[in-house]
């Protein structure tokens, strides 16, 4: 079987018009997905070069002459379970910058390039002080971004009209603003011209995003399957979610030069990004948080199997359509929408996302996911969301540790594993202590959640019948009755 190339594959190449720091699955199944549907579909005619943005030894797609094979699977709008496949052929080559950094700089002098995408990870937007205009290349992706800014400002003389797009996806808030001022640092820290600097933040628009998709990556446990239907071998083929959904914070040329008028991908160009965070970390980021307590403790171990038990999908409806979103700022018909595609994503056949995975951290991911909620739903109802300070009770309890004589492996900052163990003994001698305790940590939740009236009868009264009777159980009496 052969291994999927240009000379065997009916297919077309593009003018390079995007330079992307990041060769990565995410930004193989979403960015350049996306692309590649645009070039395909419409004149967008922009082909991509990658650029390895570490100093790594693993295999170049360079060897497959840039294609790969994207395959999305999930739950449509339909409700139908579907696999779609998709030959990338936007990625024209790659550049590994550590050995081919005249390369890496060359581009920087094609008039035809419009757009810089990046996914260098969290850490990867980052100010390094120890870093110069003359390293080969500099080691930080700011400092990159900056060496290849003023080799292009000074090849086309301060031209302003080769400046560019600058769509930075690394999951940080903000991250166009952040990544903007580390580069004018680096400007200034390097002493770089003055009509540099104007030409950096007047020429060019960085824009911040929030990016929106479950990549699975190299599928090792079907790939021969997989390969045996499509034909061909695939060393970078690429699985993700049915589900995607790109914001970018920009102006409004942006719907323009991305052809969403011709073609309308679930790309929205906005003025602010933080009703979109605050959507996905409330209902999509704030549903995961909620579940896990409560279905771990009756045995539940993936997120699929939530969405397939009806007392757990009522809970998990429950939460979000009648505690968080109505607490939300964007449009109801809107979360609604974007809640019920959450829903599918969780019931999609294609992933198994273990509960487990998502406990890290648990404690802190309540503050920042659920806690804005519950404290707006009480000023706003003068009363304690039931599932909110449900998924709370049912947290205390996890932290203790066990599910009957099972351990339950815990993964948190060891200052909150030893209060909890310390807090042991009064599982069993005295749960409203524990939870005032628990509550009275303000060094965690940022004030002290005692004070929230009603909050601690309620949420000791629930831990106590969780202690005695489950979680399903209760639940059960709730929605079945």
């Known amino acids: ?78 409700k139908q379970s579907v696999s779609n496949i998709r030959i990338i052929n936007s990625v024209n080559r790659e550049i590994l910058i550590y050995s081919e950094y005249d390369k890496f700089l060359k581009c920087a002098e094609n008039p035809e390039l419009q757009w810089i995408f990046s996914n260098t990870t969290e850490a990867g937007i980052v100010y390094k002080h120890d870093v110069r205009l003359e390293d080969t290349p500099a080691s930080s992706f700011p400092a990159k971004l900056t060496q290849f800014l003023f080799h292009r400002f000074q090849h086309f003389n301060g031209d302003s009209s080769k400046g560019l797009f600058i769509i930075p996806c690394e999951l940080i808030d903000y991250n166009g603003d952040k990544l903007q001022e580390f580069v004018n640092q680096h400007a200034q820290d390097w002493q770089l011209p003055a009509d540099f600097i104007a030409w950096l933040n007047s020429s060019n628009t960085f824009c911040s995003t929030l990016v929106d998709r479950i990549v699975t990556g190299y599928p090792k446990n079907e790939i021969e399957k997989l390969e045996k239907e499509l034909g061909y071998k695939d060393d970078f083929l690429v699985t993700a979610e049915y589900f995607y959904l790109f914001v970018i914070q920009g102006p409004k040329i942006l719907e323009q030069k991305l052809k969403l008028n011709e073609l309308p991908l679930n790309i929205k160009v906005v003025d602010d990004i933080k009703p979109y965070k605050e959507r996905k970390v409330a209902i999509l980021n704030g549903a995961h948080t909620a579940m896990v307590p409560v279905a771990y403790l009756a045995g539940v171990r993936t997120v699929r199997d939530v969405t397939t038990n009806p007392i757990f999908l009522s809970f998990i409806k429950d939460l979000i359509d009648n505690e968080v979103i109505p607490v939300l700022s964007q449009s109801p018909s809107e979360l609604m929408a974007f809640a019920s595609a959450v829903i599918d994503r969780f019931n999609n056949p294609y992933i198994e996302h273990e509960l487990l995975s998502i406990s890290l951290n648990s404690l802190t991911k309540f503050k920042t996911r659920l806690l804005p909620q519950l404290i707006s739903y009480v000023k706003q109802y003068n009363k304690i969301p039931y599932c909110i300070s449900f998924s709370l009770a049912a947290l205390i309890v996890f932290y203790r540790g066990k599910q009957g004589e099972q351990l339950i492996p815990l993964n948190d900052d060891d ?57 399903e159980i209760m639940l059960r009496k709730k929605y079945i009755g």
């Open 1 to 78: 079987m052969d291994y999927l190339n240009r000379q065997s594959m009916a297919n077309k190449q593009y003018p390079e018009r995007i330079l992307q720091f990041g060769e990565g699955n995410f930004l193989r199944a979403f960015i350049d997905w996306m692309v590649d549907q645009l070039n395909e579909k419409t004149d967008f005619n922009s082909g991509i070069t990658l650029v390895r943005p570490i100093d790594s030894s693993h295999p170049s797609i360079n060897q497959q002459n840039g294609l790969y094979t994207a395959i999305t699977r999930g739950i449509n709008e339909q």
């Open 415 to 471: 200052y909150l594993l030893e209060r909890f163990k310390a807090w042991n003994e009064l599982y069993d001698s005295n749960v409203k202590q524990l939870t005032e305790n628990v509550l009275a940590m303000s060094d965690l939740w940022g004030l002290n959640l005692n004070e929230i009236p009603q909050l601690q009868d309620d949420v000791s009264q629930k831990i106590t019948d969780i202690l005695n009777s489950g979680t």
